[in-house]
Structures are given as structure tokens and as C-alpha cells.
């Protein structure tokens, strides 16, 4: 009935809802100390009505630009628009309520804010799945939101809000973890590849080899992973006592090995698996012509089943890195370092914030590498068709 | 195939002595303990334990499985169209989410204890649950729904008779996913003090007791490597059947 005219986006009616619903919900929290819990404060209450107002107009010209159906470009910018005005709510907020109370007091944003902030992300995604932007277009949006990000960061306008004020109190901690923590993601990942990728060749060309690995990966890919992670111990432990050499490399039951050992183990199913699949997904009659041409099942595998095999084999790693990430976090618990370690001192202190700082980098690191990875599937599968 | 029929009646019974009379274990487990301390964990029946980490996860996925066919249904029916590509964006990205942030962030919005557990359980599960539906209710084969509509079935008919029999294999493939998850992240919400067999894990890692840390992963792991195996039984099965 409503395809007729349809200037509305259902999507954007149903954002606009939740939106407006939001800001009906606490919007900041005050709290006398770090670990108290603190009182909610409604969005128009959080400062001065001159200092709240272009904040609000913001947000809800933002919700309103999103529900028109047409120009996804506009719904794209009333996106940023709502984005601009949370933001603008926020500092406003954290300056003004702090300024009336003592000095260990904390403000941090509540519900209102974060649903806030999902509602309009999912408004931006949705925009921009609808635009449907090129592989290195999508790679200058990120770039540029993770550089608009960075500046708000840096600038220190969100100084005043808790999460920042636990980072301030740690932040040489915060980069040992980071370090850390993309030691742990990417170096098991490189160690995944080093082992999976030679491990997946041959079992493409061995079929009794393939049925003999994948089923055990996929076993091993099933163990939970505080399991997994504590599995390792006791084992690595007396690799570290009884192997010559093995301690003085630094591998012991307790620390980085451990957590390094089970997030190599859980890579390897993607790995290998999304390799024999890359590989065996050439088609029949370019492996037909490649054997006419003369070719040696070596340069077959070179130059006709690696390339064409190649997004599927990157898609692998988009798990593999994607999965990692998540997961360095519980090498937290057995002291394996990252930003496990704030979310788990968060969570033995109750403190809210210590938990914000361990998991919301976590959470933009995994969401920046799944898009990273996705580019980079697109354009290797974009090479062969141009080559054609 | 062969190694499977062998080993599945072991690991079972396996498990089954390990979750019932541990202290069986106890001479295996005994050099591994700090010297003087406890073997066996004893704080909670590591048979409570299981039976409260299973029920944790069997209501999350099944309330998941519940919401996520709903939705799936709905976004693939003419009127939720518009909604589809969203939804595609909100599970790929809601995918890269780590487990263990989810739960971790639905703490500070619902306290501790099993409520958050099954907050983050339920969510992550809706996932891959909503996904592989979808995929099963969109990929339906042509001819077999213009058959359905030639004989005269009604939307609701050929809902219930065509295509949801016919997207099952692929929806129980997500389901297992989730589950498999579930198990996973549940074991870590006995930091957030949720009752499963976790506890027995941290118990161990925070009084560096090597013997806790094995006797929890040893239980958690057969129990997911077991239930998993059954899913993948069951949807063999399944696939028999509707294959001849």
C-alpha cells in the first residue's frame, strides 16, 4: 500500500521511535565516588537550557533527516547530525554536572546515551549499506570516522567523563595492554597462517589427510574457551618444566604462552578449512585449461587455484582475526596481559568504568578489523573480474 | 565415522564419571593440586554445577531461537522487506562483537549474578540463529514454492508446511552455533558470579589450584565437544530424511 509514494523509510521510523524513546530514559549518571551507584539525569536536565538545546535539536533533526526514505546521502548526514549533537550533549553535560558537585564525584553516560548512540550508528549503516559505497570509498569512511574519533579523543572534551578519568589514572597501563593485546590477536594469527596455510594445501591435494584434520579443528574449534585457556595451563606448564630451553623463551603454564597456545589452536579450523575451500573452489574448466596449457600441478596451484581461491581464503582470516580479538580478552583471566585485564579488575572491583575501558576498545578493534578484512575480501574478488 | 561410534560411548561415560564421582579422579588429579590443598572442588557439586550451566544455556538458545525464527519469518515476508538489509547489517556487525564484551557490558545495566548471563547469552545467540533462518527461508527452492502455490496452499500453509520444514537444516546449523557459543561464553559468566561449571575453572586459577582448572575444562569441554556432536547427529539425520 505505501510502495506507491513511500517518503518514509520504515528502518528510519522504527530508529526515530527508539531514538525519542532514549531520550525519555537517564541520559548521564552522577555518582558521589567510582564504585557507588550513581543517579540517573534526563538529557534537558544535564545542563543550562541554552547549553542542552542545539544538542537536542541536533539529535532530533538527526532521527527526523533519517526518516525520509529517498536520498540515502541526506539520511547519511542526519546520522552524523544526531552523532554531533550526542557528542555536544555529552561534553556539555560531563562540564556542567561535575562543576556543582565534589571532587571525587563521576559522570558517565547512561542508557539513554548508549542506546542513543546505537540507534544513530545503526541509522549510519544502514545509509550507507544503501549507498553501497566502493571498497576504498568504505575505506576512507573508516578512515576517517577512526580519525574523527581520535580527534574528540585527543581533544580532551570527554575528559570529565569516568571512563576517560580511569584511563588518565592508567594510561601507560593502557598501552603495555594494547600492545598486548594486538600481540596476542595478530601474532596467533600470523602463527595460525604459518601452520594452517602449508597444513590446508596439502590436505587439498590429500583427500585422507582433509577428512582427518577438519573434523578434529572443528572439535577443538567447540571447547569453550575459559576451557581451552585453562587446558593450556597445566600443559604448558610442563612443556615449560621438562623441555630444555622452553622456560628461558618465556613459555610457562601461566602468562602470554598459554593464551598465545589456545587462540593458535582455535585459528587453525578457519584457516585450514576456508584453504581447502578457497582451493577447491576454482572452477572445473579453468583447472581444464590450465592442465592444456600445459601446466604442472605446482604452477596450477600458483597461479590458477591461489588466486582464484583467495577471497575465500582472506574471508578465514576475517574469522580468525575477528574471533581473536574477542578472545585475547579471557587471556585476561590467566594473566596473559590485554584488555581482558581491565575488564576483569572491572569486574572484581565493580567498578563500571574499568569494565568500559577494557571492553569498548575491544569492541572498536573488532569492528574496525571485520571491515578492514571485508575491503580486502572485496577487492581481491574484484581482480579477476577486471582480468576478464 | 568409525573412530566416532567408538569414542562417543567413552567420552559420555567419561563425563558422566566425572560430573557424578569425581572423586574417582582424585589420584589423577592429585599431583597437579597445590601440595595440602583440595583435589576435587567441593564448594558445589560439580553435578549442580553442570545441571544449572545446561539450564542457563538451554533457556537462553531457546528463547533465542524463539525471537530470531520470529524475526527471520517477519523480515523475509513482503510487508518486513524493508527491514532486511538493516538486518543483515545489525548481524554482521552485532557478529564481530566479542562474547565476552557483551557480557562484560551487560553487567553494569543488570548487576551481577545470572541475569546478565542470560542477557548476553540470549542476545549474541539471536545472531547466527536470525542468519542461518534467513538464509534458509531466502535460498527455497523455486519450483517446489510454485508447486506449493499451484495446489492451492495459503500463505500461512505454505509458511508452515513448505518453508519452514524446508529452511530446518540450515536454521538447527545456526542454533548449534549458538549453543556452541552459549556453552562458551556461560563458562566465563562465573566471573560475573553466574552458577556454572566456571566457577570451578576460576576457582582454580585464582588459588592456583591446575587441578580445579582441569576437572572444570575437562567437564565444560566434553560437555560442548558432546553436544555438539549430537546437533551435527541430529542434523544428518534430518537431511537423510529429507533428501529420501
Known sequence: MKSTGAAISAPGLLFAVAGVAALLTPFM???????????GVLAWNIAGPAAVTPGLIAVLGGLGLGLLQRPASLRLGGAVLGLGGLLWLLTQGASCLLAETGEYARVSPAVGFWVLLVVLMLLMADALTAMAPKPLMRGAILVAV??????????????DLSVMQEYAGRSDA????????????????????????PLGVVAHCRAALRSATLPVLSFLQTIPSLAMFGLMIPIL?????????????????????????ALVLYSLLPVVGNTVAGLAAAPPAALEAARGMGMTPGQRLLRVELPLGLPIILTGLRIVLVQ???LAVIAGLIGGGGFGTFVFQGLNQTATDLILLGALPTVVLALTAAIVMDIL???????PEDAT | MKIGTVLRPVLVLLLLALVLRPQWFAPLFAPLAPSGGPVIYERASLLSLSLSHL??????????????????????????????????????MGQTFPPVAVLALAVPALGFGAGPTLVALFLYGLLPIFENAVTGLTTLPPATMEAARGIGLNRWQRLWR???????????????LSVVIALGTATIGSTVAARTLGEVIIAGLLTNNTAFVLQGGLAVGLFAVLIYDAMVQIERRLAKRMGG
Open chain 2, 162 to 176: 513448505v518453508e519452514l520444514p524446508l529452511a530446518l537444516p540450515v536454521t538447527l546449523t545456526g542454533i548449534r
Open chain 1, 237 to 261: 606448564g610442563w612443556v615449560g618444566a621438562t623441555v630444555p630451553g622452553a622456560r628461558a623463551l618465556g613459555i610457562a603454564g601461566i602468562g602470554f604462552a598459554p593464551a598465545f597456545t
Open chain 1, 377 to 383: 575480501v572485496d577487492l581481491t574478488r574484484r581482480l
Open chain 1, 29 to 39: 549518571t552522577l555518582a558521589a565516588n567510582r564504585i557507588v551507584a550513581g543517579e
Open chain 1, 324 to 326: 581473536n580479538i574477542g
Open chain 1, 146 to 159: 577512526l580519525g574523527a574519533l581520535a580527534i574528540i579523543l585527543g581533544s580532551g572534551a570527554l575528559s
Open chain 2, 55 to 92: 539450564a542457563l544455556v538451554a533457556a537462553a538458545s531457546a528463547a533465542a531461537t524463539v525471537v530470531a525464527v520470529t524475526l527471520a519469518i517477519l523480515v523475509t515476508r513482503p510487508a518486513g522487506a524493508a527491514f532486511r538489509p538493516l538486518s543483515r547489517t545489525i548481524t554482521n
Open chain 1, 174 to 197: 593502557f598501552a603495555r595492554e594494547a600492545v598486548r593485546h594486538l600481540g596476542l590477536a595478530f601474532g596467533s594469527l600470523a602463527a595460525a597462517v604459518v601452520i594452517g596455510f
